[in-house]
């Protein structure tokens, strides 16, 4: 297949079939494709072949939205027109290959966009302070959740001895099966090359992890720039985050990085999938539980609590599994709650207006 210049540059941020033929089905041609490659409240950074724009949305777009989730987020693709120098309007938003979402911090039930269209997460959990298994599989339920594959990234290893690294690996690999394991360091550039090597042109990968692991250190050792401000350097100013040149959406020679500068907490929500693939031994036992709703807490004929009793299953990862579990119908609950809310809130509404129309005269 020939590429012409445009198809090119749109492939190395990520463009693909599926969106070209949704373009076409959706007559969108005479806009400009683009990619959001950051957003600031209501305004966005997006590129595209000619360049970055700084765009906002046209009215239509706000007001038709159902959702804040509705509204492009960073790794989406928009059509665009371009009304001034690097000003553009953005029209439309592409549908999503998959959806990075966290819960809302303070609103009941809610979920808040991280970042769209990612293919892979990088899971980055550093060896000293951070490492923990049990986070680990939290945000491989976030990755299994939202239906994208995660790579292990453990960092900082020059901080501790080989042999400790081999003894966390192992760890790592009896609890967690079948995601491809890396280990490396900024500093000493141990294992950058095998990790860059594993990365591939076009595909979208999405940081994940604490606060402090090494994740926007990373991104400037694996594109060999300074996108990223990191900890060291501006913690001075605002606890290190978001200074002017900073990029959430990085395209380098082997893919396209986001970084996540948000995810302080991480929280389950309510994609029951992600934990089921993520412990997909503990839903495979459970098949042989007597009640096909059996919580796995205290019934009699549990598979899985027999499997503990017998060895058969890890009771730390029993424990994660139970905990996380019940998060999910928190908020479950949560979701449920703001629904019937939202519903009377809409009757309340109704109720007013009729009485309204039969006061008048
Ligand atoms: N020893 C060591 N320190 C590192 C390494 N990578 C990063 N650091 C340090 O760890 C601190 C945090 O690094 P960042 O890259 O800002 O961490 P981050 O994950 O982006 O943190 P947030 O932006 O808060 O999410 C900085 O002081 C880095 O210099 C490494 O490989 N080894
Ligand atoms: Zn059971």
Redesign the pocket.
């Given at each position: 297949m020939c590429l012409n210049r445009m198809e090119m540059i749109l492939e190395n941020l990520g463009y693909n079939k599926v969106l070209e033929e949704y373009r076409k089905a959706h007559h969108l041609d005479s806009f400009g494709i683009g990619r959001v490659i950051s957003q600031h409240k209501d305004r966005y950074t997006v590129k595209t072949e000619d360049g970055e724009f700084d765009a906002e949305l046209i009215g239509n777009l706000r007001f038709t939205a159902t959702n804040k989730n509705d509204l492009p987020a960073v790794g989406d693709w928009v059509s665009l027109s371009e009304y001034d120098e690097n000003k553009a309007l953005i029209h439309a938003v592409f549908p999503r290959k998959s959806t990075v979402e966290r819960k809302a911090v303070g609103k009941l039930g809610q979920t808040q966009i991280i970042a769209t269209n990612i293919d892979f997460g990088l899971i980055?959990q550093?060896v000293n302070r951070d490492f923990n298994i049990n986070r680990l599989e939290r945000y491989l339920t976030i990755c299994n959740a939202s239906k994208i594959e995660p790579i292990i990234v453990l960092?900082?290893?020059?901080?501790i001895e080989n042999q400790q690294l081999e003894k966390l690996m192992a760890q790592v690999k009896d609890r967690v099966k079948n995601v491809p394991l890396f280990a490396?360091?900024?500093?000493?550039q141990i294992g950058i090359e095998k990790l860059k090597s594993k990365l591939t042109k076009g595909k979208t990968y999405c940081?994940l992890?604490?606060?402090?692991?090494?994740?926007?250190?990373?991104i400037n050792t694996l594109t060999g720039t300074h996108f990223?401000e990191?900890?060291?350097i501006s913690q001075s100013i605002d606890r290190?985050?978001h200074i002017t040149s900073h990029r959430e959406l990085i395209v380098f020679e082997n893919g396209i990085l986001i970084?996540?500068?948000g995810?302080r907490e991480v929280g389950i929500t309510h994609n029951s999938d992600g934990l089921a693939t993520t412990f997909d031994a503990i839903q495979i036992m459970a098949k042989d539980c007597k009640y096909s709703d059996c919580t796995h807490t205290n019934e009699k004929k549990c598979a899985v609590l027999d499997a503990i009793n017998h060895g058969g299953l890890d009771f730390d990862t029993y424990a994660n599994f139970i905990k996380m579990e019940k998060e999910r119908m928190h908020f479950e609950l949560d979701l449920k709650e703001r629904k019937k809310k939202d519903k009377d809130f809409g009757k309340m509404i109704k109720r007013v207006q009729k009485e309204r129309k039969n006061n008048k005269y």
């Open positions: 980055v550093s960092s900082k290893v020059d901080l490396i360091s900024n500093q000493s940081l992890g604490s606060s402090g692991v090494g994740k926007s250190t990373l990223m990191t900890g060291e290190g985050r970084d996540n500068p995810m």
